[in-house]
């Protein structure tokens, strides 16, 4: 039996190096600053779960800093539940601490008012908006509606009757969007259906089998689908028409609006003014990186640096705009 | 046939073999701790996508994938503490298979079921991901709500000896189902963001399982005399085998096609497999004290869905649970894209993987079953120790998830409430139950009656949903008219019957 004992050894060591990362990570490693930036050591909150789109955002970003030494290694928490918000409360939290970034987008804006938050975006430390991500309309291959024309009439003609599907909840992107579009094309955003899938499969499977009507969301993870036609894509929300994808822009088919989803990152309020001007610095050279360009191009993702007090301003506004499309929805 | 024995060829370079190792001893460990599953793994292990080829990546990950489903039956058998979801259902049995001296039977069961399961899933995804796709897009919310209600209707199967506590007991459950935002409004949240999302069922089930014995044995460490729990035979005997084997293929029939399906998951076929052997075992009376068959069944039931996962993702590109979701960002990082195209376009990789998923079997069994009667002498550990372990162990478990102390409350709080359940000889299964299907049952309801504008008839509008109906009344009338035809029958059958009336 000792060569089984062996093994056991093995699988011990492996949860006990498990559990010695755990611990470790739970602890907040110390930071010693010292002068040469490679031995810093620096946290990236991530407000979602492994694999979502924030997180994505967060460990591309710390990989490209890692990889070019522009700091040390950084040290990735994902804090999950209710959309972000947990995580943005823990940020806010942590007044002063000069260690700590998170990277948030759109959806935590929204989910801070349908979760009926204390904490609000506007109150961290706005460090960069990093990127821009589109949203696309998407219906079965074999749907009636052949342009985004199509949809709108048959949707004013029954609100109600068409239903609309998006991976995101209440407050998200994919939720945001069609509600802004309604009221662009004169429906009342209280009238849309609006159904919640947990993220971009059960939606995929749900225009599959021509359970709704259209389908909201980014494009990324429909490629395969829209590539063999199962899906089309009648038009996608940004200012342009995108590289990868063969569908117009809301503007090119007559309805005026564009809809954007962004990424960036924030730092605890209280940070020195040094502090946030060296994240600042750190983002800006990250931008700079062969890691960071792959992964953009990887993602379909849209580069929009906004540096410091720039975001700032764009949050505030984010964050108004966001909640007056809530609270017009009956849902603050 | 010949292209799977190519894929063998790639599966079993040393490089591959060796990837293929290091995922099922990784998924194997993070399945036994509660708080870090596959998912998790899979996502921090991302960044090896940009260093090592597909194969290799896509091997190692379908290893974690595997070894956690397996990993997580180990620590539910010894120490009533389930690491994942899947394994809450097998915490039920086995755990008292392990209090009677049983554990070694208890692991390997589960292992050579996971491994019969996991082998059987694997060829019925090579024979059928081709021409999956059509089917499964068919299913809809009606579908699955009745699926759902079916699965509740078979609850009152194992509500006990008193229906009543079985009763209160489901419907407890149910009511920490409610906790969250499934309707878009918080509930019973208490204003707590932590809350939103609801409660995780692991630490439901973590909590009432070793929590609350915990508690309960402290509350009785002084007065009970010590109970030795008796070392038993290491090896499974032929009675055994007898009573495994059927159990094991009931629980891949379960596994599979939930695992298929995008609202399927590991947590509803594993509740259905141990119903089912609670019902058709010649001994019902030893469900709840320790029958291998409840351990069998939802532990194949487990591994079997995990392959069924992965059929839908290679096949229609439809990811079905978390670790299938992070699995198919790996491959688009490599601009590889799953779906009906993937078998021609990448042979290669395709094959491969499925070689692996068999060469991963073979390796979770080797690896497991020797370390059966290793594992089970951990229970030899005098009981003050053990238990210590068990609370550090789950503690640690539940801060893991968000590092975050609400974690640990919440842990406590249901540990006093199942020492509270044991006190008064409430069932914990139904509890468990009502917290996996309550919100499953809320949504599916919510999403049905939202693309029909609540129109009720939509919920037999399709004809899954339709057969499941029918299913369910056959049932009814069968446990109705049953009892009344076998007048004659012994006297513990006949209150068996009575239970499934209501």
Known sequence: MTGNTGIGRVGRMLVLALVTVLVASGCGVTRDGGDDPTNRRLRMMIPNSPGGGYDLTGRSATRAMEENDLTGRFEITNVIGAGGTVAMQRLLNEEGADDLMMTMGLGVVGSTYTNGAAATVSEATPIAQLVEEYEGILVPGDSPYRTVGDLVEAWKADPGGVTIGGGSSPGGPDHLFPMQLAQTVGIAPRDVNYITYDGGGPLTTALLGGKIDAGMSGLGEFEGQIADGSLRVLAVSGPERLDTVDAPTLTESGIDMTFTNWRGVLAPPGISEETREDFIDLLARMRETPEWEDALERNGWTDAFLPGDEFGEFLVEQDTRVATTLKELGLV | ?502
């Open chain 2, 1 to 502: 046939m010949e292209m799977l024995l190519e894929g063998f060829g790639t599966a079993l370079t040393p490089t591959n073999l060796l990837y293929a190792v290091l995922g099922v001893l990784l998924g194997t460990a993070v399945g036994v701790l509660p708080g870090i599953g596959p998912a998790m793994t899979v996502a921090l292990l991302l960044p090896v996508t940009y260093n090592v080829s597909p194969s290799s990546a896509l091997i190692l990950f379908a290893g974690i994938y595997y070894g956690g489903m397996y990993g997580g039956s180990t620590t539910s058998i010894l120490l009533n503490t389930p690491g994942e979801s899947s394994s809450v259902i097998t915490a039920l049995e086995g755990n008292k298979m392990a209090k009677a001296g049983r554990a070694a039977q208890a692991l390997a069961t589960a292992a050579i079921g996971s491994f019969v399961a996991g082998t059987i899933g694997t060829v019925l995804l090579v024979v059928l991901a081709p021409r999956v796709a059509d089917v499964v897009v068919t299913l809809g919310a009606p579908s699955y709500f009745a699926l759902m209600a079916l699965a509740l209707f078979a609850v009152t199967a194992v509500l006990g000896a008193s229906k009543l506590r079985g009763f209160i007991s489901l419907f407890l459950g149910l009511a920490i189902a409610l906790v969250g935002t499934t309707t878009g409004q918080p509930r019973l949240t208490f204003g707590r963001p932590e809350l939103a999302d609801g409660i995780d069922v692991v630490v439901v089930a973590v909590a009432i399982f070793a929590i609350g014995e915990a508690l309960w044995v402290a509350a009785h460490l002084r007065r009970r005399p010590l109970e030795v729990i008796p070392v038993g035979q290491p090896w499974m005997n032929r009675e055994d085998w007898s009573r495994s084997w059927k159990p094991w293929l009931r629980g891949t029939a379960y596994g599979f096609p939930f695992g298929a399906l995008p609202a399927g998951g590991a947590e509803t076929p594993t509740l259905l497999s141990y119903i089912t052997e609670k019902k058709l075992s010649k001994r019902p009376e030893e469900f709840g004290k320790g029958a291998i068959e409840g351990v069998a069944g939802p532990e194949a039931a487990n591994n079997a869905s995990a392959a069924g996962t992965l059929m839908s993702l290679l096949a229609i590109g439809l990811p079905t649970t978390a670790t299938a979701t992070i699995i198919l960002l790996a491959m688009q990082s490599y601009g590889i894209q799953p779906g009906p195209q993937l078998f021609d376009a990448e042979p290669e990789l395709v094959w491969g993987l499925l070689a692996s998923l068999f060469v991963a079997n073979t390796l979770l069994l080797v690896v497991n079953l020797p370390l059966a009667p290793v594992w089970a002498r951990l229970l030899q550990i005098p009981r003050p120790y053990l238990y210590a372990g068990i609370l550090f162990f789950a503690s640690l478990g539940a801060y893991s998830v968000n590092f975050d102390a609400f974690d640990l409350g919440l842990l406590l709080v249901f540990g006093l409430l199942g020492l509270t359940m044991r006190r008064f000889g409430l069932p914990v299964l139904p509890l468990i139950i009502g917290v996996i299907l309550g919100p499953r049952l809320e949504t599916t309801l919510a999403e049905a009656l939202a693309i029909s504008q609540g129109d009720l008839s939509t919920l037999v509008g399709e004809p899954v949903a339709v057969v499941v109906y029918i299913v369910m009344a056959l049932l009814l009338v069968g446990s109705i008219v049953g009892p009344r035809l076998r007048r004659t029958a012994p006297a513990h059958e006949d209150e068996e019957e009575k239970v499934d009336v209501r």
